[in-house]
């Protein structure tokens, strides 16, 4: 029975260190219709991870992030954005987001 219970453990200790490794994964933003320019402050469980900056010269953003495992992480993105005819706007988001290693997500 010791033994059975021993393999059990060791089995579940390397269960856990696999999915206990760091995961690499990029967001991307790119400009909207109408849209100027865009910049979204980006936080993944309630630390700053980066920025994202698009505008006419530079349409795509790409941001690399890693967090300590593949699971459901909270996001939250804070945007102001300007457009050619409604002015600017700022505005927030929040979520979770499933991730993977080598994912792309947009925002």
Excluded: W
Excluded at 38 to 67: A, H, I
Excluded at 82 to 99: C, E, K, L, R
């Amino acid at each position: 029975m010791s033994a059975v219970a021993g393999v059990l453990f060791i089995c579940l200790g390397f269960g856990t260190t696999a999915s206990g490794q760091p995961v690499d994964f990029s967001l991307t933003d790119q400009l909207g219709d109408g849209e100027l320019s865009e910049q979204v402050t980006v936080l993944v469980d309630g630390k700053k991870v980066g920025n994202l900056t698009v505008n006419g010269e530079y349409p795509v953003s790409p941001l690399r992030v890693t967090v300590p495992q593949a699971s459901p992480h909270s996001y939250t993105a804070e945007a102001t954005a300007s457009f050619d005819v409604q002015g600017q706007y700022t505005g927030a988001g929040q979520g979770m987001i499933n991730v993977e290693h080598g994912k792309v997500n947009s925002l």
